[in-house]
């Protein structure tokens, strides 16, 4: 009873490393095919030193053999000139995977995504400058107007300067001087850029 209830306590992560551990052995089982059937392949293409010395005897016993010559006695056999065996070229065999991959469907399309893509990030950099200009012509022009207040002009802004100049935060400046919250925010981000010297 107790090993049945072992048996069914495996817990999920013994599993997970029991699926594990047996696609490593599939993935040992298929190299060390793959290495054999390698070793297949360049022993084929590599007759052994022994098929050599086989075939040249084989030509040797196919030509015929030269008449005897006056000179040699009767029963004598004249030397017969062994041709050397045909040069065998090693060739390694052909796989498909060294051919240069086909063509990718929809290259001319990826490479007209990508053009555009250039192209949009060239008009957002211009963009850019231009949204850093203006925002920069806004500023200027609003210190401008708060530096020298004119007729009719609001005393809250000045208000609002005074107390981001003296330290305080953008909720307490709009609280105070009744502007909203962006407001303040821009006053306070004025009066940081003329205390660093801006």
């Known amino acids: 009873m107790d090993l ?18 047996l696609l490593l052995l599939y993935i040992l089982v298929i190299f060390l095919r793959m290495r054999r059937l390698q070793r297949r392949l360049i022993g084929a293409s590599d007759p052994p030193s022994s098929a050599q010395s086989a075939v040249a005897a084989y030509t040797a016993i196919q030509e015929p053999m030269a008449p005897v010559p006056a000179s040699q006695p009767p029963g004598g056999v004249a030397p017969v000139e062994v041709a050397p065996p ?5 060739e390694a065999p052909s796989f498909p ?3 240069p991959p086909p063509e990718i469907p929809g ?7 990508q053009r555009e893509v250039e192209q949009l990030r060239c008009e957002v950099d211009e963009l850019r400058g231009e949204v850093l200009a203006a ?3 806004l500023r200027s022009h609003f ?17 609002a300067m005074q107390l981001a100049q003296q330290g305080h935060d953008a909720m307490t ?3 105070h001087c009744g502007i909203t919250r962006a407001e303040a925010d821009l006053v306070v981000a004025m009066a940081r850029s003329r205390g660093e010297g801006f």
């Open 4 to 21: 049945d209830l072992d048996l069914w306590s495996v817990g999920w992560r013994e599993g997970l490393i029991a699926i594990i551990a």
């Open 107 to 113: 290259q001319a399309l990826i490479e007209a995504l």
């Open 173 to 175: 400046i709009a609280q």
């Open 143 to 159: 210190s401008e107007s708060v530096e020298t207040p004119e007729e009719g002009s609001s005393p809250i802004y000045s208000g």
């Open 97 to 99: 995977w060294n051919e």
């Open 135 to 137: 925002r920069e012509e």
């Open 86 to 90: 045909p040069a065998v070229v090693n």
